[in-house]
Nanobody, 123 residues
């Protein structure tokens, strides 16, 4: 079993910053790509940022220049630094990872999701 636990959400004023963390634990052999998604009330879940095992990143246009995704492979942890927050960033943020659990089949990945953390940006 593999678990992802997000932390760092909360209430912040517009223009402020938050740093989200996503820690993976359990029977982990390796972690491939990782990503952050968000879902605002009444809207579909959308990709916020994505990072490969090699550190390549991509971002949704709406967060480019404001958010930074990173990972610490030694700690099996991913981060999302969010600056210049806007009310439209208000959402539940979810982390996801592709995790290999079997060293005898390292290309077989399991898609794992965290439970989500709420970010609320007040105007």
């Amino acid at each position: 079993q593999v678990q992802l636990v997000e932390s760092g959400g909360g209430l912040v004023q517009a223009g402020g910053s938050l740093r989200l963390s996503c820690a993976a634990s359990g029977s982990i052999f390796s972690i491939n790509a990782m990503g952050w998604y968000r879902q605002a009330p009444g809207k579909e879940r959308e990709l916020v940022a994505h990072i490969t095992s090699g550190g390549s990143t991509n971002y949704a246009d709406s967060v480019k220049g404001r958010f930074t995704i990173s990972r610490d492979n030694a700690k099996n942890t991913m981060y999302l630094q969010m600056n210049s927050l806007k009310p439209e960033d208000t959402a539940v943020y979810y982390c996801t990872s592709l995790v290999a659990t079997n060293p005898r089949d390292p290309t077989q990945y399991l898609e794992v999701w965290g439970q989500g953390t709420l970010v609320t940006v007040s105007s």
